[in-house]
């Protein structure tokens, strides 16, 4: 089974393959004609399970490959990590016709193309995604990054790759909480760009049966894929359009960023972010009671957690927002879906409203009671901090409305 679709950036424009035991030898050596020397960046889990295969079959295509493994996890997306691949292509003496393939997750996807943009002032990258979440957003649309210590993705460049291979086999060894998480950005697109493809996801999400039907699971890969190129097509360095796909991500980054980068995976983070993206869309009559529930209960569905954690108050929600790079002169913008199938930024949310909207969804939602809920353990216990109605009075105090700077057409 193999798919293709075209990113479409003029001169810039790559292909995306989606499949089952896709040839990586063949359609690499498509998309990188000249190449000679190729170093194929992975991490110590993925390494052991694919990178034989790719090494072999990219030597049979005629590169030369050179490897460099780094550490797993997020808390590695770090400038050490950066220097390593650095390192490696330095000692390996390869220079500016050189390329780099990103064989992992959107850790190491992102810092590869990032490692990618800078080697010599840039060098060609090939994604070769292996998680959920890679395949139908990181991999996609030239985003490329490492932490700082006080951001995360604070260092990076827009990027293209010069070819996406997304070989659904890699994900029968993906942890099923790893799928999960993916799955948060999957609902995402539904809810941002296509009513139709939400309903979809209603009658088919349910995990087990997606990961035994890989024709399932390879239409919403596709689907994703596609409204992601159409998106990034149209706004290729986030000007307007393409802040849709941070649907659900400013709360997500402020729930990463209080219970410790890693705690909650990623998309776990962006499951419970739709949610309080949706809430705040209802409380100012965007999106309907019933809208709401069906958001909810595919979330649910999907093995996300959908309670905020128990100490996290409004308050924390409002300063570590306020550091997101969505940001603009001190002004948080809020990403608000308008029913299913459409959205758009907001810049006149004051931080009273969506204090509010914190607290009556901590008291609907109790976070003792979600089954998926998982709580830091260095995360203070609920008695020691303010009670949600003292937070909300708090942070309600201050506000930042001011009318409306965006409207984007998906
Ligand atoms: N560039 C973008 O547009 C963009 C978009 C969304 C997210 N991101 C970034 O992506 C990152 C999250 O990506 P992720 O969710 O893929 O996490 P990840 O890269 O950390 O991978 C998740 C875990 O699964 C393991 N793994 C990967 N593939 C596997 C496989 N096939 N079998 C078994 N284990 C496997 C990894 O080693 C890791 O432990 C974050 O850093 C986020 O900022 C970037």
């Not at 909650?264 to 962006?270: C, F, K, R, T, Y």
């Not at 570590?320 to 907001?346: A, C, E, F, N, W």
Request: some cysteine; aromatic content about 6%; glycine content about 8%.
């Amino acid at each position: 089974m193999q798919e293709m679709l075209t990113v479409d950036l003029k001169d810039r424009s790559y292909p995306i393959y989606s499949g089952t035991l896709l040839p990586y030898g063949t359609l690499i050596r498509k998309a990188l004609p000249g190449v000679k020397e190729l170093m194929v960046v992975s991490n110590e889990t993925i390494a052991p399970l694919y990178l034989d295969k790719v090494h072999k079959e990219l030597e049979q295509a005629d590169f030369k490959v050179h490897q460099v493994i780094l550490p797993d996890g997020e808390a590695y997306k770090t400038v050490d990590s950066y220097m390593q691949i650095m390192t490696a292509l330095i000692e390996a003496g390869l220079s500016r016709d050189c390329a780099l393939a990103a064989l992992g997750g959107g850790v190491v996807g992102d810092m590869t193309g990032f490692a990618a943009a800078t080697f010599t002032r840039g060098v060609d990258y090939v994604q070769i995604p292996t998680t959920l979440l890679a395949m139908v957003d990181s991999s996609v649309g030239g985003k490329t990054a490492i932490n700082h210590p006080l951001g995360k993705n604070m260092i990076g460049a827009f990027y293209q790759p010069k070819a996406v291979i997304a070989d659904l086999t890699t994900l029968d060894t993906l942890p099923r909480r790893e799928i999960a998480a993916g799955m948060g950005e999957v609902i995402k697109y539904g809810i941002i760009y296509d009513s139709a493809f939400f309903e979809l996801l209603e009658e088919q999400a349910d995990l087990s049966g997606l990961l035994a039907d890989k024709h399932k699971l390879a239409a919403i890969v596709r689907r994703c894929c596609e409204i992601k190129a159409q998106v990034v097509a149209q706004d290729e360095r986030e000007g307007g359009l393409r802040a849709i796909l941070n649907l659900g991500h400013t709360f997500a980054h402020a729930l990463e960023s209080y219970l410790g980068f890693g705690t909650w995976l990623h998309g776990e983070a962006v499951g419970l972010g739709l949610l309080l993206a949706a809430k705040l869309a209802q409380s100012r009559g965007l999106v309907s009671a019933d809208q709401y529930q069906r958001i909810e209960a595919l979330v649910r569905r999907c093995e996300l957690p959908c309670a905020i954690p128990e100490a996290m108050q409004a308050e924390d929600f409002l300063r570590l927002m306020r550091h997101d790079k969505k940001v603009k002169s001190g002004t948080i913008r809020y990403v608000l879906p308008q029913g299913i199938g459409r959205s758009q930024v907001y810049a006149d949310v004051s931080d009273s409203e969506v204090s509010a909207m914190i607290c009556s969804f901590k008291q609907e939602q109790p976070a003792a009671e979600d089954p998926f809920n998982r709580q830091h353990p260095s995360v203070p216990a609920a008695g020691s901090c303010p009670s949600p109605q003292a937070d909300c009075q708090k942070a309600g105090d201050r506000k930042t409305a001011e009318p409306l700077v965006r409207k984007v057409k998906p």
